[in-house]
């Protein structure tokens, strides 16, 4: 059946290619075939001391690789899209075993009547900002949560737009049992094209019908709760939002509000009593069926060298999934926009606060100013606590803090500077859920130089020394320790671009490894890369050993291991 | 254009238009044949396979001996499975970590096999996270047992030698490579665990021992007609000590369960279950 579905894609596009060459011959042709490919594979090279063993791929696959091959052709006013994925030995849905399988993960077919918009297939789409409703694919995360099936959008009026759709979700290459339906209104309002102000309103409701397993099971979960824990399960929960972004000159305003009706989902602070031998005890973890909201609001103004901006959120029990046993990355209906600077630097972005569903109430500070073209400066301030609900004596919970500063200074067109200092308090407790741990305290200042050799030629060194605070309870760094970091990176212009980097465990710390007689060791994390680029072709061949990290939610630990191998990647668009 | 907007959400409104039927939770007791397996899969540096012992626990006080658990530590490569700083023991078996092999690979730990069925999500025949496994048991009571197993053990205090006869029954007609699995178990080991409260002792329950027969459970049949009886018996003498340390017998308990495999499709359910325990 599988392969009858194959060959039956193949040849409609091969239909639709002839055609279009056919008539490009003719003289007469509107189609348009674009497309993009990504492939990654990895060669995996075992390395005891650093804990890059004991999986399918190290064990005895040594190779593992991913590839997306994403057609789209357009004629006749009508979109077909078609993306072929293939996944082997891939560590990406479970870094710990090793998942082999390839279809068609995409497909859709889209097509404007006048007013009216009709999309079948896969479709990625968002309602606002995507509190209640984003379909969306994020593929080094293994989150492809396009809503497979339909979607009809008609224009009001040139600026206002209503849209209704209903699908079920995609889970691997097959769908989620839950079935979603929704609809939006948005729209474009401003006083003529002289006003310096508009407005862009919107409102949106999406609904999720259980299955009738997953209804079932949850029953039969909850019926097994003492009296006082059990409630009561409906099939059906809906999710509201009500959105606008208001631009009044260099003003800018966006502010959402959502609802959640009655929905289950695992809250895993939660408390519920069990029964033990000796009576009874209060365990953490148990499915709840409680409404939820958030609120978002983003704050903008920008003039010539200065922009500032604000964000707060807060998030209550807004934990939406098409299947409410899963956990992870896995099953997402709803995307909570993360309250946190988004870092590249390696040191800069070892510590990152994940999205707390259940409880979450943040803000965010961004301010840049450059006095003029040559210098500018960035601070950047988050701060993220729960709702009271992690330790529930003791009210609110830090979750993460991060002052982030930047000076940039750029000297003709020679040479540039960045460099800076973040200071972080990373709540490992909650988002890795370790046990007896401490909040997680880093200082990093770092830089980063670029020096233009010729016109072709540039050379950029690059490096962060991370600081961690001390674990008084184990008596050593907290997690890791402290880090140094080296790159140098070389580039001829405009092809290729060589990197030589090293991660250096300067200061173990309590996790990090240790050797026969229980020291701890000093281990180097070293990475070589060659990238090469050609038009729209770019290679990377890399060497790389990084260190392990571990993931926690839902009760449920997930490793994301060390690795040690070598990775190419290819990406080329036509 | 306010009236067509007007309408348009009268028309999404309509999401709301029928109120749903609520159903009564279903009792939570099952009056079944059926012994359902539990085979979890713990770790000792875990702090959440502390609260899913409690969920056993729990489980247990509902179902009673209809709920038949084997916990194995593992050697799965992450530190949650390593004993807990300061542990006396490691409860690492080969053996558990053979049969999670058979089970699948985890996202992590603790998780669980109920009849070794694919009742998790994507088909997994590992289910997580531990609050799940409660309305799977509840599913599978429900599913008539394909065959009777009768248990019966002698053991000898002296030489501590242990005489397991285990009878199977068929209740239908069945065809495949059937299996029967021998395993022991011990409850009451107090050693290090991970938990909300830190590194604690803690009472360790089920915890696997050994396979008497093969891991992958020994050939029972190839087809076994209704109401036809098949016997099988082990001998097995259970160790004072080991590595993992003192075998306290009269804690430890024989589990047999009977499994359908197909090899060619990777997969296995359990047909019944039993459990004795030395001390009874």
């Given amino acids: 059946m599988k392969n009858l579905i194959y060959t039956l894609w193949a040849l409609l596009f091969l239909v639709l290619c002839h055609s279009a060459i056919a008539q490009d011959q003719q003289g007469n042709s509107g189609g348009i075939l674009s497309g993009n490919l990504e492939a990654n594979a990895n060669f995996f090279m075992r390395d005891t001391l650093i804990g890059a063993e004991g999986t399918p791929q190290y064990d005895r696959q040594l190779f593992g690789g991913e590839s997306w091959l994403n057609l789209n052709y357009s004629n006749w006013g009508f979109e077909f899209g078609l993306r072929f994925d293939v996944y082997n030995n891939s560590f990406l849905p479970n870094p710990l075993d090793s998942y082999t399988d390839e279809g068609i993960g995409r497909w859709f077919v889209k097509k404007k009547i006048h007013k009216l918009g009709i999309t079948v297939g896969y479709i990625y789409d968002q309602i606002g900002s995507g509190i209640i409703f984003r379909a969306y694919e994020e593929r080094p995360l293994f989150i492809d949560n396009a809503l497979f099936g339909l979607q009809l959008t008609y224009d009001l009026s040139p600026d206002w737009q209503i849209k209704g759709f209903t699908g079920r979700q995609k889970n691997r290459f097959d769908t989620y049992e839950s079935v979603l339906k929704g609809g939006s209104i948005e729209g474009f309002i401003s006083s003529g094209e002289s006003a310096n102000w508009s407005m ?8 999720k019908t259980l299955s009738d397993g997953a209804y079932t099971q949850l029953q039969n979960t909850v019926a097994n709760y003492l009296p006082q824990d059990t409630f009561s399960l409906q099939y059906n929960s809906y999710a509201f939002t009500l959105y606008n972004n208001l631009t009044i000159g260099n003003f800018n305003w966006y ?15 939660a408390t519920r009593l069990t029964r033990t031998e000796g009576g009874v005890k209060e365990v953490e973890g148990k499915y709840a069926n409680n409404d939820g909201s958030v609120i978002y609001t983003s704050l903008s103004w920008a003039t010539r060298g200065f922009g500032a901006s604000v964000e707060a959120k807060r998030t209550e029990n807004f934990n939406f999934r098409a299947n409410p046993f899963v956990s992870l990355n ?17 040191l ?8 707390q569903e259940i409880g979450e109430q943040s803000i965010q500070a961004d301010i840049t100013y450059a006095p003029t073209r040559k210098l500018s400066f960035n601070v950047n301030f988050s701060n993220i606590t729960d709702l009271g609900n992690v330790n529930k004596d003791q009210g609110e919970t830090l979750l993460y803090r991060e002052l982030y500063t930047e000076v940039q200074y750029k000297y003709k067109r020679k040479w540039s500077l960045i460099a800076g200092v973040q200071m972080q308090r990373y709540n490992q407790e909650v988002f890795e859920e370790k046990p007896e741990v401490p909040i997680v305290e880093t200082f990093t200042p770092y830089f980063d130089f670029l020096y233009k050799i010729d016109r072709k030629k540039a050379i950029r060194f690059e490096s962060q020394y991370m600081m961690i605070g001390d674990d008084i309870k184990a008596d050593s760094k907290q997690d890791y320790g402290s880090w140094l970091f080296g790159l140098v990176e070389f580039t001829v212009a405009p092809h290729w671009t060589f990197t030589i980097s090293d991660m250096y465990n300067i200061d173990p710390g309590k996790q990090s490894p240790s050797d026969a007689t229980g020291e701890k060791i000093d281990v180097h994390y070293p990475r070589f890369d060659i990238y090469y680029t050609n038009k729209s072709n770019r290679f990377s061949l890399s060497y790389v050993k990084q260190v392990e990290g571990v993931v926690c939610s839902g009760g449920i630990c997930r490793l994301e291991p060390a690795f040690s191998g070598v990775k190419m990647t290819v990406n080329s668009s036509f | 254009m306010f009236k067509r907007i007007l309408f ?20 939570p007791q099952v009056d079944s044949d059926r012994k359902v397996l539990l085979e979890e899969f713990s770790g000792g540096n875990c702090q959440p396979c502390a609260d899913a012992a409690d969920e056993i626990s729990n489980l247990l006080g509902i179902h009673g001996e209809n709920l038949i658990v084997v916990t ?12 807990a700083p300061g542990a006396t023991y490691d409860f690492r078996t080969d053996e558990g970590t053979e049969i999670l092999n058979i089970l699948g690979v985890p996202f992590g730990i603790p998780t669980g096999g109920v009849n070794r069925r694919p009742l998790g999500i994507n088909d997994s ?13 509840s599913d599978e009571l429900n599913r008539p047992p394909l065959v009777d197993v009768g248990l019966e053990t002698t053991f000898n205090a002296a030489d501590r030698s242990l005489s397991i006869n285990v009878n199977i029954l068929s209740n239908a007609d069945l065809n495949g490579d059937i299996r029967l699995t021998v395993m022991i178990a011990e409850n009451d080991i107090t050693d290090k665990q991970l938990t909300d409260d830190g590194v604690v002792d803690f009472k360790h329950k089920h915890v696997l021992r050994d396979v008497i027969s093969s891991v992958s459970g020994d050939n029972l049949a190839t087809s076994l007609s209704t109401n036809e009886l098949v016997n099988k018996t082990y001998s097995y003498t259970i160790p004072t000590t080991d590595e993992r340390g003192p075998w306290v017998a009269e804690n430890c308990e024989i589990i047999a369960f009977v499994t359908l495999v197909d090899d060619a499709a990777g997969e296995q359910e359990v047909l019944q279950a039993a459990q004795v325990k030395l001390s009874e």
Wanted: net charge neutral.
């Fill in chain 2, 125 to 137: 025949r590992l289910i997580s996270p531990f609050s799940a496994w409660a309305g799977i048991i």
């Fill in chain 2, 72 to 83: 194995m530590h593992t050697y799965l490569p992450a530190p949650q499975a390593s004993p």
């Fill in chain 1, 200 to 207: 862009a309103p919107g409102l949106g409701v999406v609904g």
């Fill in chain 1, 348 to 355: 800069t972005s070892r510590y990152n606060a994940a999205t």
């Fill in chain 1, 255 to 269: 502010v959402e509000g959502a609802y959640k009706t009655g929905d289950i989902y695992f809250d895993q602070f």
């Fill in chain 2, 8 to 27: 348009l959400w009268a028309l999404s409104l309509s999401f709301l238009a029928c109120e749903e039927v609520i159903q009564p939770l279903p009792s």
């Fill in chain 1, 330 to 346: 896995q099953g997402f209906i709803n995307f909570l926009p993360p309250m946190t600077r988004i870092n590249t630097y390696r």
